[in-house]
C-alpha cells in the first residue's frame, strides 16, 4: 500500500512512489481528473532511493485512490511470468474441472 493518512494535517492523504515513471503516470491522471495535490520530490542520497509524494485533500480521495490503482495496474508484474506456464497452468486447471465434473457424472 503505497498511500496513507497525513501525519501532520488529517485532512489529506499521501500517495508515494518510488519509481519515475510511476510518479509521471500518476500525476498525469491526477490532472486527467482535475485534483489539486501538492508534490514533493525527496532526491536520491546514499541511504535513501528517490522518492516522489503527493499530497491529497480526503475529499477527492477516491477519485486519486482510482488513479493510483490505474497507476499500479499499469506497471503490475504478470504472476505467472513465463507465457507457456501461464498456459499449462490454465489448461491444467480446466482438465481438473472437467475431472470433477466428469467424477460427479459417474457417481449419480
Known amino acids: 500500500m503505497n498511500y496513507y493518512e497525513h501525519p501532520g494535517d488529517n485532512r489529506y492523504y499521501v500517495f508515494e512512489y518510488r519509481s519515475v515513471e510511476k510518479s509521471m503516470n500518476f500525476e498525469a491522471l491526477l490532472d486527467e ?14 541511504d535513501k532511493i528517490w ?22 495496474s499499469k506497471y503490475r508484474n504478470p504472476m505467472i511470468g513465463n507465457k507457456y506456464a501461464r498456459y499449462a497452468f490454465v489448461i491444467l486447471m480446466i482438465s481438473l474441472v472437467l475431472l470433477a465434473f466428469y467424477g460427479y457424472l459417474v457417481s449419480n
Request: hydrophobic share 35%; aromatic share 12%; glycine share 0%.
Open 33 to 46: 481528473y482535475e485534483i489539486e495535490f501538492e508534490k514533493l520530490v525527496e532526491p536520491e542520497t546514499v
Open 51 to 72: 522518492m516522489c509524494k503527493y499530497a491529497i485533500s480526503k475529499s477527492r480521495f477516491k477519485d486519486a485512490l482510482r488513479a493510483n490503482n490505474l497507476t499500479e
